[in-house]
C-alpha cells in the first residue's frame, strides 16, 4: 500500500463506522451476560476466548507452583507422589488446551476479520460453540481432582498401560479430550473458511498479514491432527471398558502403537502452539524495527515447510522404545531438517531489526525476549534430535528445560507481546506502560532462573516426573523454585495491566504505534473498533 | 570457547559455593567407550550450537546498539535479498551433514549388540527391577533400599542429606563382570519403565509384551547408579538402579555366593519357623514391599490404598490374605509371588495379621504359601 492510499483509507473507514452506527444501532451487542452466551460477534467471543485463557493460565501456573514447591528441597513434603503426578498432569493439560491454544484462537478470532477486511467470521454460530464448549470440558476435567483415585495421573502424554491402571476419572478426561478436539476442529475450520473466502479485495494470498498465514497452516494442522488424537484415546476408553486390546501386548496389541498415533498428533501440536506465535512476532518486530518485515515470501514458504515437516518426525520422542536402527536414523534426519525452516525465521527476525529505527515499547521487548530465547529452545531441540545423544537426554529435565523454553518464553511471550500490541486497539486505552515494563524484566529474568538450571539437572542425570530426587540435585532445584516463584507473581501484574487498560486510561489513537498502519489494515480501524467492522470491504492496493 | 566455558563453570561455583562439590553441569562422559562417544557428539553439536548463537546473538545485540530510534537512525528499506536467503538456507544444510555423519556412526554402534558375553533379563515392575542372568539362572529383584525409603516418606520431615545415597541406592545391585560385553534385554510386567544409568551413555525403554535390548561394556570396576526414567505411577521416583561392575575374578566369587545362597533359599523355605522369626523378618520385607502404598503404620491412604490395620482381609481367612499377596488384586496391588520367596510371604502375612493390633495369632509356613502357587 502506499502512503496515500493509507490516508484516503482511514477516512474511508471513519466514514463506513459511522454510518454503520446510524442506521444498525439495534446491531449493537446486546445487554448483560445473555450478550456473551449468545453472541456471534467475533469480537466478543475474541474476548471469550482470550479471558478463559488468561483464567487456565493462572490455574495451571498454580499447579505448577505445587509442584515447584514440592520440589524445592531433597524430602517429601507437601504433597503425596500420586497427587503430585496429578499435578504435572493436569498443569500439561491445562496449560496447552487450557491457556496457549485458546488464547491463540481469541487472537484469531479478533485479529484476522480486521486484518483481511471480513466483516466477522465465516460460520458465526458454530464459533459461539466452539468457544462455549471448552468451559464445559474443563470443568469436566476439573471435576476428577475430586473423583476416587484422583485426577489423571500418568502424564499429559496419557501412556498406556498406565494410564488405564487410573480409576473413575479415564472416561471423564477422555471425553474432555474429545471435546476439545471438538472445539478445535471447528475453531480451525471457521478460520480457513474465513480466510479463503472472506478477504477483502484484492487481499490477495501473499498480501495476507503473516499472522493469518501462520493461522492458516495452524489450522490445517489441527484438522489434521485432532481426530487421530481423539481416535488414540478412544482406543484407550475402548481397552479400559470393552475388552480390546489395541495397546495390550497379552491380547495381540501394542503399547507402543498408541506413542506412535500420539505423537503423530503431538508433534505437530507443538507446532499449533507456536506457528501463531511466529506470525505475532512477525508482525511486532517490523513495526518496532520501523520497516517492513524482512523475507515475507520465504517467511510464509518457512511456515509451510514447518508445518509439513512436523508430520514426519513424530517418532523423535520415542528414541528409547527399541525402534529399528534405519527408523531411529530416518527420524534423526527428518528432525534435523526443522532446523533449516527455523533457522530461516529467525535469520529473517534478525535482518528486519537490522538498519531499523528500533523502539522497545513492551510488545517488542517481548518481541527480542521472544527471538532470544525461543532460539535457546532451538538450539537444545536440534541436540535432541540427534538420536545417540537422545539417549541421554530423553525423558530427563534437559527435555523439560527445552520444552519450557519453547512453550514459556516462546509461545507464552508471543502471547504477551501480542497482548501489549493490540490491547490499546482492543480496549481503546493505552496499559500503563511503565507496568508492562516491570512485568517484562521480571518474567524474563526469572524465567530464566527458572528453567536454565532445569539444562544442567537433566545432563547431571535428573529424571522428570519424579516428585523427589537425590540431593546433588539440590541447589539447581532451590534455584529453578524461586525462579517460578518470581515468575509466578510476576504474572499478577500482568493481569492487573490487562484490568486496568479495560477499565480506562489514556486515549489509544487509532495508529496507536508510529507507522502502524502500514503494517496492518486493523490499525486504520477507530481504537477501540465499533462492534461491526468492514462492513464494506476496504479496497486493498 | 574455552574460556566462556570456564566463564559458565565459574559462575555457577560462585553461585553455589562448594559446599556440595559433586553437582555437576553437563553429561558425565562416562565409563565406557559408547558413552564417551555419546558424550563426544554431544560436545560437539552443543558448541556447534554455541557458535551459530554467538552469531545471532551478537548480531542482535549489535542491532539493538546502534539501530535505535532514540540514535536518530533512519530506518533502511530493505526487505529481501534473495542471495542472502538463498546463502542462510544452504549453510544450514552442511552443518546438518556434518552432524549427522557421526551421529549415524555412534548409533549403529549402540545397536550393534552382536557378540556379547553375557545376557542379562531387566524386567521392570512397579516399583522395582528384576534381574535375571541367562547365563546362568540367577533370579533377583532390586528395590530401594530401606534408609532412602524410610527417608521418603511424606511428611517423615527426614534429613536426605543423612541418608548415604539418597534415593540412588538399592538392597541388592545389579553385579556384572568388567570388561565384558554384557547385553540387557527389557522388558515389563505391569507398565512402561525405562533403565538409565548415566555413566553407560543410554537408556532403554521396558515394555509389557516387549523386549529391547542394548549393551555395556564397562572398563573398571567400580559402583554406577541411575533410575527409572519413564513415568510409572507413583513412585516412579522410587525405583533407582545401582550396578557394581566388578574384576572378572570377584564377579566368579558372587556367582558361587549366588548359586549357595539359592541352594540355601530352597533348603530354608521347608523349614518351619517360630512366631518371633516370622515376626522380624516379616517387618523388614512389610517395610521394603508393602509400606510404599499401605504405610508403615498399616493405615494405608484413604481412597487410594486400603488399611492392613483391621482390615476384613488381614484379619479374615488366611487363604484369601495369601492370595491377595501371592496374585496381586485389581490395578494397584501388585502380585508377589514372583517376587518374594516363601518365606518372605510368609513373615510379612504373619507379621500382617499379628502386627497393628490385628492379633490374630496365626503362624503362617513357607509350606503354606508354597501350597497356594
Ligand atoms: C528446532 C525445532 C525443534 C526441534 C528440533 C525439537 C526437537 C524435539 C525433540 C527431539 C524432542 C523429544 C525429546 C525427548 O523426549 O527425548 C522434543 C520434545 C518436545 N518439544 Fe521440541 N523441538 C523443536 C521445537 C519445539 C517447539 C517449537 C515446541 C513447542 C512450542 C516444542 C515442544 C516440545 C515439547 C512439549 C516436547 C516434550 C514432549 C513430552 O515429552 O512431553 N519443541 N523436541
Ligand atoms: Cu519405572
Given at each position: 500500500?502506499?502512503?496515500?492510499?493509507?490516508?484516503?483509507?482511514?477516512?474511508?473507514?471513519?466514514?463506513?463506522?459511522?454510518?454503520?452506527?446510524?442506521?444498525?444501532?439495534?446491531?449493537?451487542?446486546?445487554?448483560?451476560?445473555?450478550?456473551?452466551?449468545?453472541?456471534?460477534?467475533?469480537?466478543?467471543?475474541?474476548?471469550?476466548?482470550?479471558?478463559?485463557?488468561?483464567?487456565?493460565?493462572?490455574?495451571?501456573?498454580?499447579?505448577?507452583?505445587?509442584?515447584?514447591?514440592?520440589?524445592?528441597?531433597?524430602?517429601?513434603?507437601?504433597?503425596?507422589?500420586?497427587?503430585?503426578?496429578?499435578?504435572?498432569?493436569?498443569?500439561?493439560?491445562?496449560?496447552?488446551?487450557?491457556?496457549?491454544?485458546?488464547?491463540?484462537?481469541?487472537?484469531?478470532?479478533?485479529?484476522?476479520?480486521?486484518?483481511?477486511?471480513?466483516?466477522?467470521?465465516?460460520?458465526?454460530?458454530?464459533?459461539?460453540?466452539?468457544?462455549?464448549?471448552?468451559?464445559?470440558?474443563?470443568?469436566?476435567?476439573?471435576?476428577?481432582?475430586?473423583?476416587?483415585?484422583?485426577?489423571?495421573?500418568?502424564?499429559?502424554?496419557?501412556?498406556?498401560?498406565?494410564?488405564?491402571?487410573?480409576?473413575?476419572?479415564?472416561?471423564?478426561?477422555?471425553?474432555?479430550?474429545?471435546?476439545?478436539?471438538?472445539?478445535?476442529?471447528?475453531?480451525?475450520?471457521?478460520?480457513?473458511?474465513?480466510?479463503?473466502?472472506?478477504?477483502?479485495?484484492?487481499?490477495?494470498?501473499?498480501?495476507?498479514?503473516?499472522?493469518?498465514?501462520?493461522?492458516?497452516?495452524?489450522?490445517?494442522?489441527?484438522?489434521?491432527?485432532?481426530?487421530?488424537?481423539?481416535?488414540?484415546?478412544?482406543?484407550?476408553?475402548?481397552?479400559?471398558?470393552?475388552?480390546?486390546?489395541?495397546?495390550?501386548?497379552?491380547?495381540?496389541?501394542?503399547?507402543?502403537?498408541?506413542?506412535?498415533?500420539?505423537?503423530?498428533?503431538?508433534?505437530?501440536?507443538?507446532?499449533?502452539?507456536?506457528?501463531?506465535?511466529?506470525?505475532?512476532?512477525?508482525?511486532?518486530?517490523?513495526?518496532?524495527?520501523?520497516?517492513?518485515?524482512?523475507?515475507?515470501?520465504?517467511?510464509?514458504?518457512?511456515?509451510?515447510?514447518?508445518?509439513?515437516?512436523?508430520?514426519?518426525?513424530?517418532?523423535?520422542?520415542?528414541?528409547?522404545?527399541?525402534?529399528?536402527?534405519?527408523?531411529?536414523?530416518?527420524?534423526?534426519?527428518?528432525?534435523?531438517?526443522?532446523?533449516?525452516?527455523?533457522?530461516?525465521?529467525?535469520?529473517?527476525?534478525?535482518?528486519?531489526?537490522?538498519?531499523?529505527?528500533?523502539?522497545?515499547?513492551?510488545?517488542?521487548?517481548?518481541?527480542?525476549?521472544?527471538?532470544?530465547?525461543?532460539?535457546?529452545?532451538?538450539?537444545?531441540?536440534?541436540?535432541?534430535?540427534?538420536?545417540?545423544?537422545?539417549?541421554?537426554?530423553?525423558?530427563?529435565?534437559?527435555?523439560?528445560?527445552?520444552?519450557?523454553?519453547?512453550?514459556?518464553?516462546?509461545?507464552?511471550?508471543?502471547?504477551?507481546?501480542?497482548?501489549?500490541?493490540?490491547?490499546?486497539?482492543?480496549?481503546?486505552?493505552?496499559?500503563?506502560?511503565?507496568?508492562?515494563?516491570?512485568?517484562?524484566?521480571?518474567?524474563?529474568?526469572?524465567?530464566?532462573?527458572?528453567?536454565?538450571?532445569?539444562?544442567?539437572?537433566?545432563?547431571?542425570?535428573?529424571?522428570?516426573?519424579?516428585?523427589?530426587?537425590?540431593?546433588?540435585?539440590?541447589?539447581?532445584?532451590?534455584?529453578?523454585?524461586?525462579?517460578?516463584?518470581?515468575?509466578?507473581?510476576?504474572?499478577?501484574?500482568?493481569?492487573?495491566?490487562?484490568?486496568?487498560?479495560?477499565?480506562?486510561?489514556?486515549?489509544?489513537?487509532?495508529?496507536?504505534?508510529?507507522?502502524?498502519?502500514?503494517?496492518?489494515?486493523?490499525?486504520?480501524?477507530?481504537?477501540?473498533?465499533?462492534?461491526?467492522?468492514?462492513?464494506?470491504?476496504?479496497?486493498?492496493? | 570457547?574455552?574460556?566462556?566455558?570456564?566463564?559458565?563453570?565459574?559462575?555457577?561455583?560462585?553461585?553455589?559455593?562448594?559446599?556440595?562439590?559433586?553437582?555437576?553441569?553437563?553429561?558425565?562422559?562416562?565409563?565406557?567407550?559408547?558413552?564417551?562417544?555419546?558424550?563426544?557428539?554431544?560436545?560437539?553439536?552443543?558448541?556447534?550450537?554455541?557458535?551459530?548463537?554467538?552469531?545471532?546473538?551478537?548480531?542482535?545485540?549489535?542491532?539493538?546498539?546502534?539501530?535505535?530510534?532514540?540514535?536518530?537512525?533512519?530506518?533502511?528499506?530493505?526487505?529481501?535479498?534473495?542471495?542472502?536467503?538463498?546463502?542462510?538456507?544452504?549453510?544450514?544444510?552442511?552443518?546438518?551433514?556434518?552432524?549427522?555423519?557421526?551421529?549415524?556412526?555412534?548409533?549403529?554402534?549402540?545397536?550393534?549388540?552382536?557378540?556379547?558375553?553375557?545376557?542379562?533379563?531387566?524386567?521392570?515392575?512397579?516399583?522395582?527391577?528384576?534381574?535375571?542372568?541367562?547365563?546362568?539362572?540367577?533370579?533377583?529383584?532390586?528395590?530401594?533400599?530401606?534408609?532412602?525409603?524410610?527417608?521418603?516418606?511424606?511428611?517423615?520431615?527426614?534429613?536426605?542429606?543423612?541418608?548415604?545415597?539418597?534415593?540412588?541406592?538399592?538392597?541388592k545391585p545389579l553385579v556384572i563382570p568388567a570388561g565384558k560385553k554384557v547385553r540387557f534385554l527389557f522388558t515389563a510386567a505391569d507398565v512402561i519403565h525405562s533403565w538409565w544409568v548415566p555413566k553407560f551413555g543410554w537408556k532403554k525403554d521396558a515394555i509389557p509384551g516387549y523386549v529391547t535390548d542394548a549393551w555395556t561394556k564397562v572398563e573398571q570396576p567400580g559402583i554406577y547408579r541411575g533410575q527409572c526414567a519413564e513415568l510409572c505411577g507413583r513412585d516412579h521416583g522410587f525405583m533407582p538402579i545401582v550396578v557394581d561392575v566388578k574384576s572378572e575374578a570377584d564377579y566368579n566369587k558372587w556367582v558361587e555366593a549366588q548359586k549357595a545362597q539359592a541352594q540355601k533359599a530352597v533348603t530354608d523355605a521347608a523349614k518351619t519357623y517360630s512366631m518371633a522369626e516370622l515376626m522380624a523378618k516379616g517387618e523388614e520385607v512389610y517395610n521394603a514391599s508393602c509400606a510404599g502404598c499401605h504405610m508403615a503404620n498399616g493405615e494405608g491412604m484413604q481412597g487410594m490404598f486400603p488399611a492392613i490395620k483391621g482390615s476384613a482381609v488381614a484379619t479374615g481367612d488366611l487363604n484369601t490374605h495369601l492370595d491377595v499377596v501371592?496374585?496381586?488384586?485389581?490395578?494397584?496391588?501388585?502380585?508377589?509371588?514372583?517376587?518374594?520367596?516363601?518365606?518372605?510371604?510368609?513373615?510379612?502375612?504373619?507379621?500382617?495379621?499379628?502386627?497393628?493390633?490385628?492379633?490374630?495369632?496365626?503362624?503362617?509356613?513357607?509350606?503354606?504359601?508354597?501350597?497356594?502357587?
Amino acid at each position: 500500500m502506499t502512503e496515500a492510499t493509507h490516508e484516503e483509507h482511514a477516512i474511508h473507514d471513519e466514514h463506513i463506522a459511522h454510518g454503520h452506527h446510524d442506521e444498525h444501532d439495534h446491531h449493537g451487542p446486546a445487554k448483560g451476560f445473555m450478550r456473551w452466551v449468545f453472541t456471534t460477534n467475533h469480537k466478543d467471543i475474541g474476548t471469550l476466548y482470550l479471558v478463559t485463557a488468561l483464567i487456565m493460565f493462572m490455574v495451571g501456573g498454580a499447579m505448577a507452583l505445587v509442584i515447584r514447591a514440592e520440589l524445592f528441597e531433597p524430602g517429601m513434603q507437601y504433597v503425596d507422589p500420586n497427587f503430585f503426578n496429578q499435578m504435572t498432569t493436569l498443569h500439561a493439560l491445562i496449560m496447552v488446551f487450557g491457556a496457549v491454544m485458546p488464547a491463540f484462537v481469541g487472537f484469531a478470532n479478533w485479529m484476522i476479520p480486521m486484518m483481511i477486511g471480513a466483516p466477522d467470521m465465516a460460520l458465526p454460530r458454530m464459533n459461539n460453540w466452539s468457544f462455549w464448549i471448552l468451559p464445559f470440558a474443563f470443568v469436566m476435567l476439573a471435576s476428577t481432582l475430586f473423583m476416587d483415585g484422583g485426577a489423571p495421573a500418568a502424564g499429559w502424554t496419557l501412556y498406556p498401560p498406565l494410564v488405564l491402571q487410573g480409576g473413575a476419572h479415564l472416561p471423564f478426561a477422555i471425553f474432555t479430550v474429545h471435546l476439545l478436539g471438538m472445539s478445535s476442529i471447528m475453531g480451525a475450520i471457521n478460520i480457513i473458511v474465513t480466510v479463503f473466502n472472506m478477504r477483502a479485495p484484492g487481499m490477495t494470498l501473499m498480501k495476507l498479514p503473516l499472522f493469518v498465514w501462520t493461522w492458516v497452516i495452524t489450522a490445517f494442522l489441527l484438522i489434521t491432527v485432532m481426530p487421530v488424537f481423539a481416535g488414540a484415546v478412544t482406543m484407550l476408553l475402548t481397552d479400559k471398558f470393552f475388552g480390546t486390546s489395541f495397546f495390550n501386548a497379552a491380547g495381540g496389541g501394542d503399547p507402543v502403537l498408541y506413542q506412535h498415533l500420539f505423537w503423530f498428533f503431538g508433534h505437530p501440536e507443538v507446532y499449533i502452539m507456536i506457528l501463531p506465535s511466529f506470525g505475532v512476532i512477525s508482525t511486532i518486530i517490523p513495526t518496532f524495527a520501523r520497516k517492513p518485515l524482512f523475507g515475507y515470501s520465504s517467511m510464509v514458504y518457512a511456515t509451510a515447510s514447518i508445518g509439513f515437516l512436523s508430520f514426519i518426525v513424530w517418532a523423535h520422542h520415542q528414541y528409547t522404545v527399541g525402534m529399528p536402527l534405519a527408523g531411529e536414523l530416518y527420524f534423526t534426519y527428518a528432525t534435523m531438517l526443522i532446523a533449516v525452516p527455523t533457522g530461516v525465521k529467525v535469520f529473517n527476525w534478525v535482518a528486519t531489526m537490522w538498519k531499523g529505527a528500533m523502539t522497545f515499547e513492551t510488545p517488542m521487548l517481548f518481541a527480542i525476549a521472544f527471538v532470544v530465547l525461543f532460539t535457546m529452545g532451538g538450539f537444545t531441540g536440534l541436540m535432541m534430535s540427534i538420536s545417540p545423544a537422545d539417549l541421554q537426554y530423553h525423558d530427563t529435565y534437559f527435555i523439560v528445560a527445552h520444552f519450557h523454553y519453547v512453550l514459556v518464553p516462546g509461545a507464552v511471550f508471543a502471547l504477551f507481546a501480542g497482548t501489549y500490541y493490540w490491547l490499546p486497539k482492543w480496549t481503546g486505552h493505552m496499559y500503563d506502560e511503565k507496568l508492562g515494563k516491570l512485568h517484562f524484566w521480571l518474567s524474563t529474568v526469572s524465567v530464566n532462573v527458572l528453567f536454565f538450571p532445569q539444562h544442567f539437572l537433566g545432563l547431571a542425570g535428573m529424571p522428570r516426573r519424579i516428585p523427589d530426587y537425590a540431593v546433588q540435585f539440590a541447589e539447581f532445584n532451590a534455584m529453578s523454585s524461586v525462579g517460578a516463584f518470581i515468575f509466578g507473581f510476576a504474572q499478577l501484574i500482568f493481569v492487573w495491566v490487562v484490568i486496568k487498560a479495560i477499565r480506562g486510561g489514556e486515549k489509544a489513537t487509532d495508529e496507536v504505534w508510529e507507522g502502524a498502519s502500514e503494517h496492518g489494515l486493523e490499525w486504520t480501524l477507530p481504537s477501540p473498533p465499533p462492534y461491526h467492522t468492514w462492513t464494506t470491504a476496504p479496497d486493498i492496493k | 570457547m574455552k574460556k566462556l566455558k570456564l566463564l559458565i563453570t565459574g559462575l555457577g561455583i560462585a553461585t553455589f559455593g562448594e559446599a556440595n562439590a559433586d553437582y555437576a553441569l553437563n553429561l558425565s562422559p562416562g565409563v565406557t567407550q559408547l558413552s564417551r562417544d555419546i558424550y563426544d557428539l554431544h560436545m560437539y553439536i552443543l558448541w556447534i550450537c554455541v557458535a551459530i548463537g554467538v552469531g545471532v546473538y551478537g548480531m542482535m545485540v549489535y542491532s539493538i546498539m546502534h539501530h535505535r530510534k532514540s540514535k536518530g537512525v533512519v530506518p533502511a528499506h530493505f526487505h529481501e535479498n534473495t542471495k542472502l536467503e538463498v546463502i542462510w538456507t544452504i549453510i544450514p544444510f552442511v552443518i546438518l551433514l556434518a552432524m549427522a555423519i557421526p551421529a549415524t556412526k555412534v548409533m549403529i554402534e549402540a545397536y550393534d549388540t552382536s557378540a556379547s558375553d553375557m545376557t542379562v533379563k531387566v524386567t521392570g515392575y512397579q516399583w522395582k527391577w528384576r534381574y535375571t542372568y541367562l547365563d546362568n539362572g540367577i533370579d533377583f529383584f532390586s528395590t530401594l533400599d530401606a534408609k532412602s525409603n524410610e527417608a521418603r516418606q511424606l511428611g517423615v520431615r527426614s534429613n536426605p542429606e543423612a541418608v548415604p545415597n539418597y534415593l540412588l541406592e538399592v538392597d541388592k545391585p545389579l553385579v556384572i563382570p568388567a570388561g565384558k560385553k554384557v547385553r540387557f534385554l527389557f522388558t515389563a510386567a505391569d507398565v512402561i519403565h525405562s533403565w538409565w544409568v548415566p555413566k553407560f551413555g543410554w537408556k532403554k525403554d521396558a515394555i509389557p509384551g516387549y523386549v529391547t535390548d542394548a549393551w555395556t561394556k564397562v572398563e573398571q570396576p567400580g559402583i554406577y547408579r541411575g533410575q527409572c526414567a519413564e513415568l510409572c505411577g507413583r513412585d516412579h521416583g522410587f525405583m533407582p538402579i545401582v550396578v557394581d561392575v566388578k574384576s572378572e575374578a570377584d564377579y566368579n566369587k558372587w556367582v558361587e555366593a549366588q548359586k549357595a545362597q539359592a541352594q540355601k533359599a530352597v533348603t530354608d523355605a521347608a523349614k518351619t519357623y517360630s512366631m518371633a522369626e516370622l515376626m522380624a523378618k516379616g517387618e523388614e520385607v512389610y517395610n521394603a514391599s508393602c509400606a510404599g502404598c499401605h504405610m508403615a503404620n498399616g493405615e494405608g491412604m484413604q481412597g487410594m490404598f486400603p488399611a492392613i490395620k483391621g482390615s476384613a482381609v488381614a484379619t479374615g481367612d488366611l487363604n484369601t490374605h495369601l492370595d491377595v499377596v501371592v496374585k496381586g488384586k485389581g490395578q494397584m496391588m501388585p502380585a508377589f509371588g514372583d517376587s518374594l520367596s516363601p518365606v518372605e510371604i510368609a513373615a510379612v502375612v504373619t507379621y500382617q495379621r499379628n502386627g497393628f493390633g490385628n492379633n490374630k495369632g496365626d503362624l503362617v509356613q513357607p509350606s503354606d504359601v508354597s501350597a497356594r502357587n
